[in-house]
């Protein structure tokens, strides 16, 4: 089962910032919090990923809470091209060492011209 | 350079016939996914390789699936009898080595459909 909660959709303007929730309260301390996302026909993307502290990329920023237990992917300024399905994962440990993503259904982003 | 790629792309066959689907990790990743996305479902995994290691086929549904890999090269995902419900697409990520911080690039997937 997939360890994380988001919603299911959200709409934001052309060129307004972003802000994407997670919730992972079952998080361990040894969890990273990934996040990928999944434009129309293709497969998914690497955005960015964290453990405690905020992380920036040239794609977004993740804000992560004090307690781990939720965090915010950042899109500073949605373009068109932002719109897609947004996942939050977190590594789920398998068997032989295994490092899993668990997928939920993400958040569908749509950005409004 | 070149990302993971899969073949075929689409993939039509009637019930009960075996397809094969095939994935081209980028060079020199060690660590290679298999996963079944559903219509407007999350990602769904099914085995993973890591070098030489036997594979995590935790995920596989039934012993229908199968899957293979040849060192650090090719996979093939095998699904025999083939039934309506592994309709799906299925997409294949390859990561420079075992751990779960390396990112994972994705394939386009192949779009399985049984009629």
């Known amino acids: 089962d997939a360890k994380t909660t988001q919603p299911n959709s959200m709409e934001s303007n052309e060129e307004e910032p972003v802000h994407l929730p997670c919730n992972h309260s079952?998080?361990?301390?040894?969890?990273?919090i990934h996040w990928y996302r999944q434009l129309p026909s293709q497969g998914p993307e690497y955005v960015i990923h964290?453990?405690?502290s905020n992380v920036n990329n040239r794609m977004a920023s993740l804000a992560i809470a004090e307690d781990r237990k939720s965090s915010t992917l950042i899109l500073h300024r949605a373009t068109l091209r932002d719109a897609a399905v947004y996942y939050c994962?977190?590594?789920?440990?398998?068997?032989?060492?295994?490092?899993?993503?668990?997928f939920g259904t993400g958040t569908r982003l749509k950005v409004l011209a | 350079g070149a990302g993971v790629s899969q073949s075929p792309s689409n993939k039509v066959t009637e019930k009960g016939k075996d397809v094969e689907l095939r994935c081209d990790p980028i060079?020199?990743?060690?660590?290679l996914y298999w996963y079944r996305q559903r219509l407007g479902q999350g990602l769904e995994f099914l085995i993973y390789?890591?070098?030489?290691?036997?594979?995590?086929k935790s995920g596989l549904p039934s012993d229908r699936f199968s899957a293979e890999r040849t060192g650090e090269s090719v996979s093939t995902l095998t699904i025999q009898r083939t039934q309506q419900e592994d309709s799906a697409v299925y997409l294949c990520?390859?990561?420079?080595?075992?751990?779960?911080?390396?990112?994972?690039?994705f394939g386009d997937g192949t779009r399985l459909s049984i009629l």
């Open positions: 990520a390859s990561s420079l080595i075992k751990g779960g911080n390396q990112p994972q690039h």
């Open positions: 964290g453990l405690t």
């Open positions: 060079s020199g990743h060690t660590a």
């Open positions: 994962i977190l590594r789920d440990v398998g068997t032989s060492g295994t490092y899993k993503y668990i």
């Open positions: 390789f890591q070098g030489n290691s036997a594979p995590d």
């Open positions: 079952t998080i361990s301390g040894t969890d990273y």
